[in-house]
């Protein structure tokens, strides 16, 4: 099967899906893709993603190559690190049997993964998992004793315009799901108007729903202009030793921002300040919060989080996947009983009315005439 298209190149694909137009080939280095990056490419409408690493390594059984082959996109594997070097942005290339060609020059050459191969790799990750599991874990302990002073003794939180005092916070992140989840808690938003943070793109995710975010909060990397500009406060989120990158562009925008220092990801910061700030409630909408998650992220711990978790949790209510306990569709024998409930004091008020029996013996009036009774 011959593909052509204009292709979209970038190491990061959370960069490459805001340039991707329907029908273009998205061209990436990304090693086991996980299934965020997978939900936007799908939702781009690619032709096709070639991938200079490797879909899924076996490290673990991630998603992500499955969801696009499912999707009907043809997945070109392992095409090496010359596609990111030779494919300029915007060049139309033609996919050949996972031959890649740019104006007819055959440039690199990867493998086409189907879906029966995805899943045979899967399956050997599985076998592979308990190793990185236990990694993962003696990992997360090493790193816990080196920042639990730092986590527990609080940061050093900034003073802000935002009042979270007595409050509920909502804290958005784009994690999977996160799309279904915030649609679903839309009641409680608008009845108890909790203070809205947005972690980097999840400030993207509360605008798309028509809310403004109250605070955006990360290292900015992956927020849109039009987020950081809507009004928000912007809460930089830089590293222990005060390296902040996002801060260079904050300021190129013009816009004015506070700097927090603070080791682990920036959800557990926004988590933390708002502990430290008298919230009252914390709901977290497409957080990371287990193994999974934190290997499609690329990191080998989550102690950070551990911690965050551990002293925030008698006032935090995770709301991931609550789309999955919750259904919003009603079905016909519960609206049948909502129907009948209110047609029975109609019923009985049809009865006892004085004004009904007149109209009764109208109508029967009527007919007599109309008859000759």
């Given at each position: 099967?011959?593909?052509?298209?204009?292709?979209?190149?970038?190491?990061?694909?959370?960069?490459?899906?805001k340039?991707?137009?329907?029908?273009?080939?998205?061209?990436?280095?990304?090693?086991?893709?996980?299934?965020?990056?997978?939900?936007?490419?799908?939702?781009?409408?690619?032709?096709?993603?070639?991938?200079?690493?490797?879909?899924?390594?076996?490290?673990?059984?991630?998603?992500?190559?499955?969801?696009?082959?499912?999707?009907?996109?043809?997945?070109?594997?392992?095409?090496?690190?010359?596609?990111?070097?030779?494919?300029?942005?915007?060049?139309?290339?033609?996919?050949?049997?996972?031959?890649?060609?740019?104006?007819?020059?055959?440039?690199?050459?990867?493998?086409?993964?189907?879906?029966?191969?995805?899943?045979?790799?899967?399956?050997e990750?599985?076998?592979?998992?308990?190793?990185?599991?236990?990694?993962?874990?003696?990992?997360?302990?090493?790193?816990?004793?080196?920042?639990?002073?730092?986590?527990?003794?609080?940061?050093?939180?900034?003073?802000?315009?935002?009042?979270?005092?007595?409050?509920?916070t909502?804290?958005?992140?784009?994690?999977?799901d996160?799309?279904?989840?915030l649609?679903?808690?839309?009641?409680?938003?608008?009845?108890?108007?909790?203070?809205?943070?947005?972690?980097?793109?999840?400030?993207?995710?509360?605008?798309?729903?028509?809310?403004?975010?109250?605070?955006?909060?990360?290292?900015?990397?992956?927020?849109?202009?039009?987020?950081?500009?809507?009004?928000?406060?912007?809460?930089?989120?830089?590293?222990?030793?005060?390296?902040?990158?996002?801060?260079?562009?904050?300021?190129?925008?013009?816009?004015?921002?506070?700097?927090?220092?603070?080791?682990?990801?920036?959800?557990?910061?926004?988590?933390?300040?708002?502990?430290?700030?008298?919230?009252?409630?914390?709901?977290?909408?497409?957080?990371?919060?287990?193994?999974?998650?934190?290997?499609?992220?690329?990191?080998?711990?989550?102690?950070s989080?551990?911690?965050?978790?551990?002293?925030?949790?008698?006032?935090?209510?995770?709301?991931?996947?609550?789309?999955?306990?919750?259904?919003?569709?009603?079905?016909?024998?519960?609206?049948?009983?909502?129907?009948?409930?209110?047609l029975?004091?109609?019923?009985?008020?049809?009865?006892?009315?004085?004004?009904?029996?007149?109209?009764?013996?109208?109508?029967?009036l009527?007919?007599?005439?109309?008859?000759?009774?």
């Open positions: 099967m011959i593909i052509k298209g204009t292709a979209r190149v970038d190491k990061r694909t959370k960069n490459l899906v340039r991707l137009q329907p029908n273009e080939i998205a061209v990436i280095d990304h090693q086991d893709i996980d299934e965020i990056a997978a939900e936007s490419l799908v939702s781009a409408k690619v032709k096709a993603v070639v991938n200079a690493s490797e879909s899924i390594s076996g490290r673990y059984p991630n998603p992500g190559p499955l969801k696009i082959i499912e999707a009907g996109i043809i997945l070109v594997d392992c095409a090496g690190q010359q596609v990111m070097e030779k494919i300029k942005e915007g060049q139309e290339i033609t996919i050949d049997s996972g031959n890649i060609y740019v104006e007819g020059e055959l440039i690199a050459s990867g493998r086409v993964l189907t879906i029966e191969e995805v899943k045979k790799l899967m399956k990750s599985e076998e592979n998992f308990n190793k990185e599991l236990e990694r993962f874990i003696d990992n997360t302990l090493e790193y816990a004793k080196k920042e639990m002073k730092f986590i527990l003794n609080g940061i050093d939180a900034p003073e802000l315009k935002t009042n979270f005092k007595g409050r509920h909502l804290i958005v992140v784009r994690g999977h996160y799309k279904k989840d649609k679903i808690i839309r009641s409680y938003i608008k009845e108890m108007r909790p203070v809205l943070v947005g972690v980097d793109g999840g400030a993207d995710a509360l605008l798309e729903e028509g809310y403004k975010p109250d605070i955006i909060i990360g290292d900015m990397d992956s927020v849109s202009d039009r987020a950081l500009k809507c009004g928000a406060e912007l809460v930089v989120h830089a590293y222990p030793d005060g390296r902040a990158p996002g801060l260079e562009r904050v300021r190129k925008l013009g816009i004015d921002a506070v700097v927090v220092r603070a080791p682990g990801t920036s959800e557990d910061v926004a988590m933390l300040l708002a502990y430290q700030k008298g919230t009252q409630l914390i709901v977290a909408v497409g957080t990371h919060s287990n193994v999974f998650d934190f290997l499609e992220k690329g990191r080998k711990g989550m102690a989080t551990f911690l965050v978790r551990v002293k925030v949790g008698s006032i935090l209510v995770d709301a991931k996947g609550v789309n999955k306990l919750y259904r919003s569709s009603i079905k016909f024998r519960y609206l049948a009983g909502i129907i009948a409930a209110a029975i004091p109609l019923l009985v008020i049809f009865i006892v009315s004085p004004v009904t029996h007149q109209l009764a013996r109208l109508i029967v009527q007919i007599k005439l109309l008859f000759n009774i």
